[in-house]
């Protein structure tokens, strides 16, 4: 007897779908792995099965053994509850690259919002849910969300617009963020903030929020944040190479409640130009690396050549490349080898992957990197660590590592922000010679 695949709905014992919180549905074997507090990783050790199976218990594809479910009841039933330095939220989660930085020192997600379905399965797949991962996080009311002491959003940047204000002030209206903001996604992140008034906040975007409209976003959100809100800003932009081979500026937005001495400036980085080079990142194809049957050949560990560029594309873009040449344009591929740094991954990497491109040798056009080789330039696999799960086809785990944070940089800012989330911190002032303790 085999479950019968209509997209997300399934009707089997202990295979069937059931409700979740979010009024979706999801696998009895999903809901007992999450109540158990397992990654989908985890839950590979924890039941001796293969990754594959597991997968296909969690999507409804295959009936679970009524083992399997058996101690995923016990676990959950046994679980401690879960102690934690302070909670936090991750909106707008995509593949968990906040999360990956601030549960190591010490936070616990209460709350997860990500609207697509495919990061929601990558999400599922490497972290443990005790609740349901919402999705539109525009129709979640604020009090639907549990109390939380840090609030993490890599929102996307939609057009601020500003049109009106004037118009508002003649006709003595309020045009404060509710207004300015309304209809674009920060909104929502404002609108959260207002109603819980977490402790602190970070928040993440692209470089370019800074200059956008002639700096005018931005000034909408700093405004928004610091004078309507109350919070104390601070901001930083953070290259990645400083951690992974790759150039990619981001700047991070860290708000405080209470005024403190928090300070971006007193965050050392790794230098830069002594990063760490492409090498480090890809696959070494001399089969020494452990099977990954998805993207290397077994035996001699070589990439599959469908990573290789066809001729008909490698001919369009070396002709697209020598166009704007021509024009005196800087449009092209980038071409790179194993001492090089990348440019930034992009959402759109899985179109024609122009933006890094890998030399082979001979007359082998050059290749894409895998999805496994983006892990690791984003920083969500480290050299003897554990493997990042990807149960995603190429294409989707391409959009979803090109929109991911760089999971080194927001471990270095959770570091340095842990003492003032914690609550209390030791200053030592040379001046007096005395310690202050410092409330966040």
Not at 173 to 189: I, S
Not at 209 to 221: A, Q
Not at 315 to 343: C, P, S, T, W
Not at 354 to 374: A, D, M, W
Request: aromatic share 10%; net charge positive.
């Amino acid at each position: 007897f085999r479950c019968v695949n209509v997209p997300l709905l399934f009707f089997c014992n202990n295979g069937r779908m059931i409700p979740s919180e979010s009024g979706g549905l999801m696998t009895e074997f999903s809901k007992l792995r999450q109540e158990a507090g397992l990654s989908i990783a985890e839950a590979v050790q924890a039941l001796g099965y293969c990754e594959r199976t597991i997968y296909r218990w969690e999507t409804g594809e295959g009936l679970p053994r009524k083992a399997a479910l058996e101690i995923l009841r016990k676990v959950a039933l046994s679980k401690p509850k879960a102690s934690s330095a302070f909670t936090f939220i991750d909106l707008f989660a995509g593949i968990g690259g906040l999360r990956r930085a601030f549960e190591p020192i010490g936070g616990t997600c209460v709350f997860t919002s990500e609207w697509d379905r495919f990061c929601v399965e990558t999400y599922r797949a490497n972290y443990r849910c005790d609740h349901d991962v919402a999705g539109d996080i525009t129709k979640i009311s604020a009090d639907q969300i549990p109390q939380h002491d840090v609030l993490l959003a890599g929102f996307p940047c939609q057009p601020f617009s500003i049109a009106g204000v004037s118009k508002k002030n003649a006709l003595h209206r309020p045009h404060g963020f509710l207004c300015e903001a309304q209809g674009t996604l920060f909104f929502d992140v404002a609108r959260i903030i207002e109603h819980h008034r977490p402790k602190v906040f970070v928040l993440e975007n692209v470089k370019n929020l800074l200059s956008h409209d002639k700096g005018r976003t931005f000034e909408v959100i700093r405004r928004s944040l610091s004078v309507d809100l109350g919070y104390h800003i601070h901001t930083r932009v953070i290259d990645a190479r400083s951690f992974v081979p790759q150039h990619r500026e981001r700047i991070l937005i860290v708000g405080f409640r209470k005024s403190n001495k928090f300070s971006f400036d007193d965050l050392t980085l790794p230098d830069p130009t002594q990063g760490p080079r492409l090498a480090t990142i890809l696959h070494p194809e001399d089969g020494s690396e452990n099977a990954d049957l998805r993207y290397i050949e077994l035996g001699n560990g070589r990439v599959l050549s469908k990573y290789t560029l066809s001729n008909h594309l490698w001919g369009y873009l070396q002709e697209y490349a020598e166009k704007h040449r021509a024009k005196g344009n800087g449009f092209g591929f980038g071409l790179v080898g194993r001492e090089d740094i990348a440019r930034t991954l992009s959402a759109r990497y899985y179109k024609d992957g122009s933006e890094i491109l890998v030399r082979q040798g001979g007359r082998k056009n050059p290749r894409r990197l895998t999805p496994r080789e983006c892990a690791r330039l984003m920083g969500f696999e480290k050299p003897g660590g554990s493997r990042f799960l990807i149960p995603v086809s190429d294409t989707q785990a391409y959009k979803q590592f090109g929109n991911a944070v760089v999971v080194p940089v927001v471990e270095a800012v959770a570091r340095h922000l842990a003492p003032w989330i914690s609550g209390v911190r030791t200053v030592d002032f040379a001046d007096t010679g005395k310690e202050t303790r410092a409330v966040a």
